[in-house]
Nanobody, 129 residues
């Protein structure tokens, strides 16, 4: 069983920065591809960012490109999401998810939530204007 635990959320003002972490534990391989998604109240869960198992491939949603940076430290089984220049529209619960099969990488389906088989509980990010 794999557990993912997000941390680092909080309340910030527009223009501020925030760093999220996704720590994996349990029976997990550092070869897992990881995605970040977010869900605002009353809205669907949207893709935010992706990093493949060795950190060599990253992707971002257009809405966060240039402001967010994803990285990973496989020795610590942790993936990070650095969020800069935050906007009120970034307010959401942020989830990390793991793809244990490599489907997101080989099929280029990293933005589809159904391709991920493990999810964290989420961490709230609130950006005030």
């Amino acid at each position: 069983q794999v557990q993912l635990l997000e941390s680092g959320g909080g309340l910030v003002q527009a223009g501020d920065s925030l760093g999220l972490s996704c720590a994996a534990s349990g029976y997990i391989s550092s070869n897992y591809d990881i995605g970040w998604f977010r869900q605002a109240p009353g809205k669907q869960r949207d893709f935010v960012s992706y990093i493949n198992w060795d950190g060599g491939v990253t992707h971002y949603a257009d809405s966060v490109k240039g402001r967010f940076t994803i990285a990973r430290d496989n020795a610590k089984n942790t993936v990070y999401l650095q969020m800069n220049s935050l906007k009120p529209e970034d307010t959401a619960v942020y989830y990390c998810a793991a793809d244990s099969r490599g489907t997101t990488y080989y099929s280029n389906t990293y933005s589809y939530a159904y391709e991920y088989d493990y999810w964290g509980q989420g961490t709230q990010v609130t950006v005030s204007s």
